[in-house]
């Protein structure tokens, strides 16, 4: 093995602390252990070579290593430097590729006939879609009905790229739906099928595998910031959702004690939720969850004093999400990682901010990040990195609408948003 | 503790053996409202049902079929809660004994919020050890018999295991077609009331025949005690009598009684009888499986 | 300097051959002179570290060097070795930015205040935008009021990295009325303003300016098939539209001469001009066209016998101009570059197939160097590379109306396209 | 050849000195007909035109702004060809000399096609040096005294110059706000008729007031014999006096007399009359603005 601290994976265990585990049906739990021991063997011991195809088709096929880019004008406008990690130039738009490029080439590696995976808004199942086209992999992406009416563009891109798109017409038809009904499937049919789970969480070892391909991120932007200004950042910042990208931005850090991690959640409009509707005006799990099991694994949840699940909410879709992942929920609990939250209008703002002022039009996910760096840069050091986990084509839409209805400060000129 | 010892105790494991071959029966709490669910589970009593599992709906129940989930859609709308379930299997007589089938978060959670055990200064025990215990000890006082918990597998049972055995409630295991080898001995080294033999691969949902996988699982499982029922896509006497014929001790069937359910829609007496009437369907194809003769019922 | 091939740059020549010069309203030859200094001092002579900063910047910024991929699949399926450079990976999804950062920062260099630019689809324009705001530059961009209601994504691109966004009116308000718009406004601010000119086109110094930024391209796509196959590719190909990307690819191997290099034009749904119509139904300017001049210098054109430029078609937006670079012109004139041209079906085709071959969803542009490829490959020797020259999420929305009505091989199948 | 020598072989300087101060008009042939074109060119003439630009209409006229670009368009919609331009000028008979505005692709694509001149053996000879030979001599055979080509700088030029010289026709050459130094010595060592001042930077188009920019233009040029004329911006009676009073030789008008053909459409005998009456009031002007004093017309 050629990371030596990629030891610390090695721990054998199923849990972070007391979150984690495996809380699956049993047909599953045979899966898991084949999967938990691909895992050890072809990434953590890189046998017949995983890791290194996997690092050279992030290379050539998903245009690894992102760049840490100085980010002039929000530095001279923080008074500090501030570089951003490019994660929106992974190919597909976003850092999803690199778990999904990855968990597929695991698939084939393990001897695996088909792929499914869920996907919300759409993110991660046109990362799954390219990967499984890439590596001539039969794939099916759930996706729920009202989702796939919200984001046809990226139904589109599933499709040409030859991935089947099944519509979940259960619940709301949004994500959890698509999750459950992936699980559905896989537990039908696991002898032969992967399923690519999204981010970082689900039954072990999920979180640890996709950590493993997410944590590039910041091993890179280790290097990266070194070789920029000789010193190592005083804060990493990074959106949470699944976690995925937060834990691969982290992950090399964590040793480090003395920088700060922020894991910024979706405040939505309020950070209260209303038991009685089964409802949460927001995504921030880290921040106001409470500890529970969902979707396999112990971990912070939105969830109602009886324990169902409730409904989040996001104005970006990729942080709708009621859990996060099982190892952000202990590094929370240990006190490694602080997590925080900003409403919509700061994620919009951010939004608008950066595309305006550095030329990079963020993911909305993304873009909670920097409007928590507008409101706290005081308290984040001399050098801050944040990671654009992605671009925000995809949220052009979204940001007109909300624009229109809300009195931003970051955002351009009313006319700009002229949809005759 | 032995496996004889195992089966000595349970309510369970007896009712099984007393009414070989046995039927198992599911319904979801709530389905569509409380009330409905107590004529249902009477119904199913008189139809010949020898044990009785009761869904408490969680919102997120991947193991089920599109069957179940709605049922648990519908019961969750209906606003049923755990206390609520809990004080309508206070009130039920049933002859068969009572299981609660529902998924671990549920178990989790029931009893004081983490905001009241703070006050009482207990916010420091972790909660995925603690706090299955009120769970228990509450389906245990409204006369509970056992509990399933279909995404609890062994290796993480051991709290709820312990808690069990406590409150002296059986705990079901389900062995899937992919059980195997080590972790089958495991499982089958946990559990008790009886094995929850699951049929085919997936999730739960009534199918049209008996797939070879419960063939096989169930020649895996000859070599253990404790009673093997079979679950996952019966639903129809035939297949009931197939399965206790290829050595079953019980089916279990759900979906085929929720489809009733749904069917009849809100308050309804009509329902019941429908229910009633296919629990002695079942209940007649195990018998016939299990070569015990029963004659056809007399056309209406 | 650092790169002593540039030297072929420098022969102080303001024509290829009988093509380019400087065909321009008096008012702007004195920009051109002072534009002709900049780019020899900044650019040849890399003077103040001009091109230090541009490749930085387009490193950080843009995302640069691009992968050179093998496509496993394609090269399979042609029994060959088939290599993508990957330029959809470009910060922007293609290789435009290339050329505007490298503009936008030399009128930072000259002093310049202000940019305008004009676009027709939007490539360009966004690249520009992008561009100017990352390096805090005023940016106008000109674009026809049709192409405006075609492109609205683009256009809201453009209105969020702070650009204003002119509509022209004029004619049929597409490209062609946009570039005389643009000229206009330059024409009035020169003094000031810098215009951004987004191919190769145009009078001088602006087609070697723009070769300068673009030949990045294939200055990296040298080296990188070197590299991964120790030796030189037996031909390169690139669609061609103002052939930006087309000499970008080229010109580090014109002097091989055993390296074949063929531009591959918008054969649209014919290559015959309608005269009495003033159309062409295609863009094929290399392919078919006549020597002219058009904005400002002397090229191949798509024109009637009288001299008016006709109305080029493309099923692509970014091939749908009528003239082409003079370099091209001049590059094809000596049989040095093969004009080659596949029709409007080759190119949905070649957007299918790659997208579901290898999971990249290229231009519609680049699309018709794969239909090409598809149709070609016997004659292409045993190792080809061919130019991806940006990403085809824009393209969603006309490929699936132009798949509606065709029988595409390639295509998924038709339920794909269910736009309920 | 010397300055003096251009002078005294020109048709437009004559044209210029002895009519001066000169108004030199210009509208788009074909806009919105040819027909209607003959009439307004013979208004103009009447109106006391003293040099008449004819625009040969271009598809991409990048030198113009949005009216005569109008004018352009009209005149191609309605199928202006250079043949039917030539033709028109065939039959022109006015006392002031005419000139043609184009781009210089129409100078180039003129005459043979290359597919004609590809049978008669010609092919090879490079369109771009050759090609203005024809157009250059059908425009002398039509009658034409210069031709102006706004999108050929003095770089460029010297085919263009060596074919009118050889067929005696001026070639008039713009000099911009921006032209200075070097650049502005060899466009006025190549430059016969008149220098063509450009009032201000951007395109054509009236405009309400004068440019500080005419004032610099002209006193750059004041050491150069050639006449010098100003365009970009004209549109009064007053500019015109203004212009006149800083030193130019002439006034050149367009848009504002374009503008009165778009008003008036298709056909127009009144637009005839408003053309004449506008010629009227800008040389009116022109000659206030050079000290020969006009009494106002009288109104109608
Ligand atoms: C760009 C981007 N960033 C972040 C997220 C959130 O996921 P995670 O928290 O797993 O990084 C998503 C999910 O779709 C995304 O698309
Ligand atoms: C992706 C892409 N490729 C190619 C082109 C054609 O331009 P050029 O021929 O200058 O490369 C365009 C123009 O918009 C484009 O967007």
């Known amino acids: 093995m050629s990371t030596p601290e990629r030891n610390r994976d090695r721990d054998g265990e199923a849990t972070f602390g007391e979150y984690g585990g495996q809380y699956v049906p049993e047909a599953l739990m045979p899966a898991l252990q084949e999967l938990e021991d691909a895992y050890e063997r072809y990434v953590l011991e890189n046998e017949d070579g995983f890791m290194d195809e996997f690092r050279e088709r992030m290379r050539d096929f998903g245009g690894r290593p992102t760049p840490l880019q100085r980010a002039d004008r929000l530095s001279e406008r923080y008074d500090r430097e501030v570089y951003l990690k490019r994660e929106d130039l992974v190919h597909g738009g976003a850092h999803k590729l690199n778990n999904a490029l990855g968990q597929v080439l695991l698939a084939k590696y393990m001897g695996k006939e088909r792929i499914v995976a869920e996907t919300g808004a759409g993110q991660h199942g046109t990362a799954t879609a390219m990967a499984a086209a890439h590596l001539d992999m039969p794939c099916e992406i ?251 084509d995809k949220d052009l839409e979204t940001v007109l609408e909300e624009t229109e209805t809300r009195d931003l400060e970051a955002a351009p000129d009313v006319e700009v948003f002229d949809r005759q | 503790m032995t496996d004889e010892q195992t089966t000595a105790d349970s309510e369970i494991e007896a009712a099984i053996r007393e009414n070989h071959p046995a039927l198992i029966t599911y319904i979801t709490a709530g389905d569509p409202s409380l009330e409905d669910t107590t004529e249902y589970v009477e119904a199913l009593d008189r139809g010949g049902a020898d044990l009785i599992e009761l869904g408490l709906p969680f919102s997120e129940p991947i193991a089920e079929g599109p069957t179940i989930q709605a049922a648990i859609n519908r019961a969750l709308e209906a606003g049923t809660t755990p206390e609520g379930f809990f004080e309508l299997v206070d009130d039920l007589e049933t ?83 992919t059980t195997e080898g080590e972790r089958l001995e495991r499982i089958m080294s946990q559990v008790s009331g009886f094995a929850y033999v699951q049929a085919r691969l997936g999730t739960t949902g009534a199918r049209a025949d008996v797939s070879n996988a419960t063939h096989d699982s169930l020649t895996r499982l000859e070599e253990y005690e404790v009673p093997k029922a ?62 015990v003769d029963v004659p056809e019922p007399e056309q209406p």
């Open chain 1, 142 to 392: 759930y996706m729920g009905r009202t989702d796939i009416n919200r984001q046809r563009p990226n139904v589109y891109r599933m499709r040409m790229n030859g991935a089947a798109v099944n519509p979940v017409t259960a619940g709301s038809g949004t994500l959890k739906e698509a999750i459950n009904e992936t699980m559905r499937d896989w537990a039908t049919t696991v002898e032969r099928t992967h399923y690519v789970i999204g981010s970082i969480v689900g039954p072990h070892p999920f979180p640890k595998l996709v950590r493993e391909f997410q944590s590039v991120i910041g091993r890179e932007a280790r290097e990266q910031i070194r070789e920029k200004t000789g010193r190592l950042p005083d804060s990493v910042l990074a959106c949470a959702g699944g976690g995925s990208n937060t834990i691969g931005a982290f992950h090399e850090f964590v040793p480090d004690e003395d920088i700060a991690l922020h894991a910024v959640e979706a405040g939505g409009s309020s950070l209260e939720i209303d038991e009685a509707e089964g409802v949460a005006p927001n995504s921030a799990t880290l921040s106001t969850g409470t500890d529970g099991v969902l979707h396999g694994a112990m971990t912070k949840l939105l969830q109602s004093t009886d324990g169902q699940i409730v409904e989040s909410h996001s104005v970006s879709a990729g942080l709708d999400y009621a859990g996060v992942g099982p190892e952000l929920s202990h590094l929370v609990e240990t006190g490694r990682v602080t997590p925080v939250s900003v409403p919509d209008e700061a994620a919009l703002n951010g939004f608008h901010r950066l595309s305006n002022l550095e030329g990079i039009i963020p993911a909305l996910e993304s873009s909670h990040a920097l409007g928590y760096l507008e409101e706290n840069y005081e308290d984040l050091g001399d050098l801050v990195v944040v990671n654009v986990s992605g671009r925000g």
């Open chain 2, 230 to 291: 079979v679950g996952f896509g019966v639903s129809e006497g035939d297949h009931a009598a197939e399965i206790i014929e290829a050595g079953a001790d019980g089916v279990i069937v759900g979906s085929a009684l929720v489809d009733i359910i749904a069917e009849h829609g809100e308050g309804n007496a009509p329902a019941a009888a429908a229910l009633e009437a296919k629990a002695a369907e079942l209940k007649r194809g195990a018998r016939r499986g299990g070569g």
């Open chain 2, 95 to 177: 002859e068969a004994p009572l299981l609660v089938m529902t998924y671990y978060n549920m178990l989790l959670q029931y009893g004081p919020s983490e905001a009241q055990r703070a006050s009482e200064g207990d916010a420091e025990k972790p909660r995925n050890e603690a706090d299955v215990r009120p769970f228990v000890e509450r389906a245990a006082e409204a006369g509970l018999s056992g509990i399933i918990v279909p995404d609890l597998p062994a290796e993480e049972a051991d709290p709820l295991r312990e808690a069990c055995d406590e409150h002296g409630l059986d705990l079901v295991f389900i062995v899937a077609p």
